[in-house]
């Protein structure tokens, strides 16, 4: 039972607390390393950097979903797609979320661009739509994402991203406001096959949140991801299979006090 009033009171609470699903990482093999998301390239870039859609080579499209801590109507629906472009990529990034006559929905359109071999950047416009049940209970934000991935050395990455730097507020709910939330980490690749992954995350109202992960490859085919919060409490694993243009992630973590979340995704690249 107190899982669900520790849910309930983050959902109540101002959306300062980031209670929804704003600029929450979406990808199944992102949930696999706790949440690590500024080193995504891809389809799954169009939620979680932009900077990632710079070498995208064909067009992909994407879904995942999460059913978080098991609750029987708390699932987090995410939709992508993904279309080359010179010198990068352009997306368009989906996702909703509800429980009872809370709804949180957001749409955004993302462009990343390759500017050496080495450095790439992104941008992604956001529109959100929050309901409490009620016509009178709705606000409606814009607001921008930016992300930058900077490969230091063949060994090296470092990354970054900003959600919603201004904190903008929701017009038609006096009072509340969409979180900004700062990442940056680093890659580690001792040797091609594994990734040793960290990553910082700071949103507005909330503490300094520290994240381990690692992800190994065997055969450019099947992936294992394993992944730790270090002061969250949080624990996480998964695995990857990729087989002709299919790409298929499940994952699940677990929070101490919140308890289990299974997450899942399948993206398909059309092959030229």
Known sequence: MHKYIAICFLIATPLITHAGCEGDPAGAGQAGTCGISVFTQGVWSTHNNPAGLAKLVNPETALYIENRFLVKDLFFNVGSLAIPIKNGGFGLALSHIRLGQYANTFAGLAMGRQFSERFSAG??????????????????????????????????????????????????LSGERIPSIYRAGLSFRPIPELALLTEAEKASGSILVLNYGMEYVFEEKISVRAGLG??????????????????????????QTLGFTPQASVAYKFLR
């Open 230 to 255: 270090l002061n969250t409490s949080k624990f996480s694993f998964g695995f990857g299979y990729v087989f002709s243009s299919f790409s298929i992630d499940v994952a699940a973590s677990w929070h």
């Open 123 to 172: 941008v992604r416009f956001d529109c959100f739509h929050v309901s409490f049940g009620d016509a009178n209970e709705s606000g409606n934000a814009v607001s921008f994402d930016a992300g930058i991935q900077w490969m230091m050395s063949n060994k090296m990455t470092f990354a970054c991203n900003v959600f919603n730097p201004f904190e903008v507020n929701l017009n038609g």
